[in-house]
């Protein structure tokens, strides 16, 4: 049964920072993409940052110059460093992996999910 279990958010003032990590568990990829996305209260999930197998990071245009998105392979944990934090970056954060190679900012193309976390950013 694989597991992805998200810790590390909380609430911070707008222009502070949070690191958000989602370790996996119960199953081992060759080729797996990780992806944060997040969904605040009356919107859609929606894409934040992905890292592929190889550790090619890409975001959302909102999000790129703020976020940093990296994976540590040998403890299989990927982070969301979040820089500059905005109120409209409030929400839930999900992490999800997706396990056939695809690089995806798509929810649906993913496998597997975390049970999120809350970030609430205040002015």
């Known amino acids: 049964q694989v597991q992805l279990v998200e810790s590390g958010g909380g609430l911070v003032q707008a222009g502070g920072s949070l690191r958000l990590s989602c370790a996996i568990s119960?199953?081992?990829?060759?080729?797996?993409?990780m992806g944060w996305f997040r969904r605040a209260p009356g919107t859609v999930r929606e894409f934040v940052a992905g890292i592929n197998w190889a550790g090619v990071p890409y975001y959302e245009a909102s999000v790129k110059g703020r976020f940093t998105i990296s994976r540590d392979s040998a403890k299989n944990t990927v982070y969301l460093q979040m820089n500059s934090l905005k109120t409209e970056d409030t929400a839930v954060y999900y992490c999800?992996?997706?396990?056939?190679?695809?690089?995806?900012?798509?929810?649906?193309?993913?496998?597997?999910w975390g049970q999120g976390t809350q970030v609430t950013v205040s002015s």
């Open positions: 119960g199953g081992s990829f060759s080729r797996i993409t």
């Open positions: 999800a992996a997706e396990t056939g190679g695809l690089v995806t900012d798509v929810p649906t193309d993913y496998d597997y």
